[in-house]
């Protein structure tokens, strides 16, 4: 009698993602906001509207011995630009998903998951519209499967194992995202003792101001508030500000002009790090590591200390590959469901140890729950520099489902004395 676990079924189910897909485009282009809506034309293919209900497909793995290990496909808010894959549509990807993947996989022994990963990944390149979208859910139930018939039932212990990590496995810094709500997310924040906030959502140029004013002054409301509602002089959280390439433009695409503009907000979140993401666009991949290593050498030649966070163009571990070997950047951020088969994340991430780059493990507010809690297990193996508070935008559920599933792994390692 065999001993070997297979897969006996594939199954899919459409399914809800926790925000909006959003048309960067046209909120770029001044579409108007009217309450939760947009107002206006969409602009990027694939959207009928500027702002649609995210969605997700659930992807579950019957094995033979009856567990079902599971895992949710998703894409980021901003799906279909800054050279991502178009958004898709949930209906339409579980269908391929039962009628073309599901006969490929069925019988395929649940053995080493990143060979498993490898081999989804490439069967989904070969049959599938939305790809990355697809190797992400599935590459979920496949961890979630391997650690199944591991016997610890632990995804970061999994990872550890198969990626010869020597670190211990350890909790690791919750960066919170405010979305809209940038005043009362933050008072929310700070009680929690988040280690690094707000995110800030600065997705249009009135948040930035002509000159940079509108962003230095939210950010010394920010630096304000932390000293009034803080419970303890040990809590010192970094300041994390997404500014979608904003500065840039409002500097009309000067370097020198942007780091004056930095320098400044560097000074209104003293004595607090700052850390900006996507400073500048540059419209495209090479051109995107050329200037945020221009932008990086012109800051630290005036003795500005800021952290400079790589985002857009950064889409798949070759492109993180190549913003860490050029040191464009102080920090990486890995959008798991933009590098689609979560053994392409854990390669980027340990890409950015090698090469003194932090790996910021981030994703997008329109993910789930079962998303999150993976993300959450690779950053408890692979250490990295910060693990985004996801999904959605109300900031207290993601924040808990994150901080929960890290803690609940610790104290079962510990249990398990895989970790001291």
């Known amino acids: 009698m065999s001993n070997l676990i297979t897969i006996r079924e594939v199954l899919a189910s459409p399914g809800l993602g926790s925000f909006f897909f ?225 500065i840039g433009a409002c500097a009309a695409g000067s370097i020198d002009l942007t780091a004056k503009i930095i320098q400044r907000l560097e000074s209104a979140a003293y004595p607090h790090q700052l850390r900006i993401e996507h400073p500048l666009d540059a419209g495209g991949r090479d051109a995107q590591i050329e200037a945020l290593g221009t932008l990086r050498r012109a800051l630290r030649s005036r003795g500005c200390k800021v952290v400079i966070v790589a985002d857009e163009w950064a889409n798949t571990a070759d492109d993180v590959h190549l913003f860490a070997e050029a040191g464009a950047a102080d920090m990486v951020h890995i959008k798991t469901p933009d590098l689609g088969s979560l053994h392409n994340t854990i390669d980027a991430i340990l890409d950015c140890h090698k090469h003194g780059v932090g790996p910021f493990l981030g994703g997008s507010c329109t993910e789930t729950d079962l998303s999150a809690r993976a993300t959450a297990n690779v950053g408890i193996a692979t250490t990295v520099t910060q693990v985004l508070a996801k999904p959605g935008m109300g900031f207290d559920e993601g924040f808990s489902i994150v901080f929960n599933e890290m803690h609940r792994v610790l104290r079962v390692a510990q249990m398990l004395s895989l970790i001291d």
């Not at 269908?95 to 599901?102: H, I, P, S, V």
């Not at 809590?235 to 904003?246: C, K, N």
Request: with cysteine; proline share 5%.
């Open 22 to 246: 959003d048309d960067q485009a046209a909120i770029k282009a001044g579409a108007q906001s009217e309450g939760a809506a947009y107002i206006g034309q969409a602009q990027t293919p694939g959207f009928r509207a500027i702002r649609e209900p995210s969605e997700s497909v659930s992807v579950m793995l019957v094995l033979s011995d009856g567990y079902v290990a599971k895992g949710d496909c998703a894409s980021v808010q901003y799906t279909g630009v800054g050279g991502r894959e178009p958004r898709f549509h949930a209906d339409q990807l579980a269908t391929q998903m039962e009628q073309q993947l599901a006969p490929r996989l069925k019988g395929l022994e649940v053995r080493s998951f990143r060979q498993m990963a490898i081999l989804a990944e490439k069967i989904i390149d070969e049959s599938l519209q939305s790809p990355r979208a697809a190797a992400y859910g599935m590459s979920q139930a496949l961890l979630d499967a391997a650690a199944h018939v591991a016997g610890h039932h632990l995804m970061a212990q999994v990872i550890k194992d198969e990626w010869q990590i020597k670190r211990p496995l350890a909790i690791v810094p919750i960066y919170g995202q405010c979305g809209d709500e940038r005043y009362r997310n933050v008072d929310k924040m700070i009680p929690k003792n988040v280690p690094v906030l707000p995110h800030g959502l600065i997705n249009t140029p009135d948040l930035v101001g002509v000159d940079g004013e509108k962003l230095e002054e939210y950010i010394r409301w920010v630096n304000r508030r932390i000293a009034q509602l803080r419970n303890s002089d040990h809590y010192h959280p970094a300041i994390h500000i997404d500014v979608y390439g904003l």
